[in-house]
């Protein structure tokens, strides 16, 4: 969601600000702005609700490069106040020598915002972050920005990452909790952001915040903690650069990440297929053996989840449960349980508060994410990497099949680790995953040429049904959010066999429901009840179905049976994508919608 940029340097800084504004674009956002030094000891604020494009052509406008050496910058994703100018960061304190930005929510600004309107301050926006600008400036008189910051922070409730720069005396101060914020020195000058990606190319190592850290940025970094002076937190090694995403042949991202799923399925084979027959993968991870496991996520992940719970259970006996993680209040862990906490970003707001909330008890985590370092990695006692490389499309496509693969894997490692799984039979179901790779790459060739035709034939209709039984329910799941997110119409997902007990009451002439059919038992009676009522059935199967990316014509069964039909969720992203082109909406930001959900 929201993103931080902030720095010092010996050389203008308005041009490091605005690539690594452009490098957390893929966060998603809905206004941009950044503070520079702008001379007379003030501040010089540039604000757009447009792209970070058209604020870098603002800054030329301006000269602003030739300003100052020290700054802030931030993408913002609207939490409190309507998306304007006025409200996008960053903000002002009264008299003009301040800025701030700020990631989180405040949770007692409105009580903040009354006592400092009673001490005579004005406010210039609706958002609950100005208040630490106006909090700063009270304790400024007389106290270092440091010592300002750290007083400012003790008031507050909530989570925040923050960045306060005083144009007068060129300090900057940074303040994290329960919201990520990385430092980090080199030769181009010294950094702070809410995600490494964002420095990346100016840095080779970086330190954490943690939650109470007050840090000053400068050659000689302070740290402070609320309970005192802190060891100063480990050198950590920035994680292997990617290169900046460049559509080149493709007309967005999505369309880009999904053609990379393939490629994406066999690095993760490459990288954790060797060490599943024989245990090794879970032995590596240091965890207690366990009765049942239990999987947290929210959105994409944690229908990832659900499609891994499903095939744990049904290929192990080994129960298991899905929470909501914004739900953890209403969930019960037993003992002896694994808590598989699922994030593409591991900065999952909901996620991290239902690990903090000790509603999960002692159970051991293990995360799967696609970000290591993130908070969600350091928070859990082992974590695996998905290694699907950035996604910058908001609708997550290759993450959710790097989720589901990099968990197959641990399950099936687990499972011989524990003796429940003989090897000979894991190394037959490795060889299984194997393929992949060829099967994503096959459903994708025949969504491409199948799909176009029934997004013009149905994009009139004001919502889609998709069903499936088995593990095909749960990967339409998956399906319909993505159909959501991306075109505004509504999508939900049912058990077929739940058609007669309610949803068939949604059902009327060329009402789309898509199935996922994989020849589960009895679903062609389910499918005979849609047609029945005049539903336009789009079938997502073997040769001859409407969307033929199911197997092909010389494969004797469907897919990877044990598996369950995983090849079907590209299918109904490269639907989603299409019917979203032909209504006019922007496939890679949808709206209202962000990356990296780091808001409660």
Known sequence: MCGIIAGVSSTPIAPYLLEGLERLEYRGYDSVGIAVAGGSHLVMRLRSTKRVKDLGRRVRDLDVPRLGTI????????????????????????????????NGVIENAAELRELLVGLGHGFGSDVDSEVVAHLVEEARAGSSL?????????????????????????????????????????????????????????????????????????ASPRWHRREGLPPEPELRARPPMHVQPSLVVHADYMSKEIEEQPEVAARIMTELGPRVADGELWRSLGLPDFARVTFLGCGTSLNAGRALGQL????????????????????????????????????????????????????PVLAVTNVGHSALGRRADAVVECSAGPEIGVAATKTYMA???????????????????????????????????????????????????????????????????????????????????????????????????GPLALVERGTPVVVVDDQARRLAVDISEVAARGGRVVRIGGPGSTIPALGNREATVLGIPWCGPFESVVAMQVLARELALTLGCDVDKPRNLAKSVTVH
């Open 71 to 102: 700054g802030i910058g931030h993408t913002r994703w609207a939490t409190h106040g309507e998306v304007s100018t006025r409200n996008a960061h960053p903000h002002n304190d009264c008299t003009g020598r301040l800025a701030i930005v700020h």
């Open 146 to 218: 440091l010592d300002a910051v750290r007083e400012a922070t003790d008031a507050l409730v909530g989570s925040w990452a923050l960045a306060v720069f005083d144009g007068t005396t060129d300090e900057l101060v940074v303040a994290s909790h329960q919201s990520p914020l990385v430092v980090a020195h080199s030769v181009h000058g010294h950094f702070a952001a809410s995600d490494i990606g964002a420095i990346a190319p100016w840095v080779e190592d970086f330190q954490v915040l943690e939650d109470g850290d007050v840090v000053e940025i400068n």
């Open 312 to 363: 744990l259970t049904r290929n192990s006996g080994v129960p298991h449960q899905c929470i909501v993680a914004s739900e953890v209040a209403t969930a019960s862990v037993e003992d002896k349980t694994l808590v598989m906490a699922l994030s593409q970003s591991g900065e999952t707001a909901d996620v991290l508060r239902a690990l903090s909330s000790n509603l999960l008890g002692s159970a």
């Open 403 to 501: 989720q589901l693969l990099t968990g197959t894997c641990i399950i099936l490692s687990a499972l011989v680790a524990r003796g429940t799984l003989d090897p000979v039979r894991a190394a037959q179901l490795v060889g299984d995953l194997q393929r992949a790779p060829d099967l994503l790459a096959q459903a994708i060739g025949a969504s491409r040429r199948a799909v176009p035709a029934i997004a013009e034939a149905t994009s009139e209709a004001p919502g889609f049904l998709f069903l499936g039984r088995g593990a095909g329910w749960r990967f339409a799941e998956e399906g319909a959010l993505k159909l959501t997110e991306l075109t505004y119409r509504w999508a939900v997902s049912y058990p077929a066999g739940e058609l007669k007990h």
